[in-house]
Structures are given as C-alpha cells and as structure tokens.
C-alpha cells in the first residue's frame, strides 16, 4: 500500500509549478493545456497497459514509476508550450504503474475479506 502513494505525490507536486512556468514562458493559457495532458497522458496510460499489457503489468510498475517524474525533468531545458505540454502526458501515462500494484495487493489480501470478494465482483 505504501507503494502507492509516494510517486503520485511527488507528481502532484512538481504539477503545482504549471501555471507559473506557463506565466513565465509567456504563455498562461498554456496551463490548462498542461493540465489536460496529465489527464490524458492518465488515461492512455491506463487503457494502453491495463488492455494491451496485462502479463507484462508487473514487469512495467518500475519503469512507469519512473515516468512519473522523469519527463518533467525536460522543464529544465525550457520548451515552449506545444513541447512542453508532452512532458505531462508521457508523466502522466506513468501512473499506469499503479496497476500492477493494484495485482499484488489484492493478492495479498486473504480470500474470506469481504473486500476482496467485493473487489472481485
């Protein structure tokens, strides 16, 4: 469980420079458009390895962690917001890891939970 938690959020942290670095590129509207490749970069991320990936899911949960964060590192060099709105999908694509984790914790948990058995209907 703890997992789950750390990557995420350090994801939601580096998300709170956005608007301040659309402010200083000179494109603010830009913002939204960042914010929107996250979520889509979400999306893809979960339907592309939850659909297409699923013996390879667990094999994936490190290097899509690691996409969490790595590709904001690319705000370093200062692209302009076309380039720069890619950064947060391919980072948001990452939180696809969480699939994987998801496996292994409802494995862990013990057949007669009324959890697992909810989760599984």
């Known amino acids: 469980m703890l997992a789950q938690w750390p990557a995420p959020a350090l994801m ?8 301040p670095y659309a402010a200083q ?10 914010f929107a490749a996250v979520a889509a970069g979400m999306l893809a991320g979960k339907l592309i390895v939850g659909r297409l990936c699923p013996a ?29 709105a890619m950064l947060p999908a391919v980072s948001g694509f990452g939180v696809a890891y969480q699939l994987a984790l998801a496996r292994r ?5 013990p057949e007669r939970s009324a959890v697992r058995r909810s989760a599984c209907s």
């Open 12 to 19: 939601v942290g580096a998300e709170g420079v956005l608007v």
């Open 25 to 34: 590129v000179g494109a603010p509207k830009a913002a939204g458009l960042f």
């Open 56 to 84: 390879d899911r667990e094999r994936l949960a490190r290097p899509l962690a690691l996409a969490l964060g790595l590709p904001l590192l690319g705000f370093a060099l200062r692209p302009g917001p076309t380039c720069a």
């Open 105 to 109: 914790f409802l494995d862990a948990v």
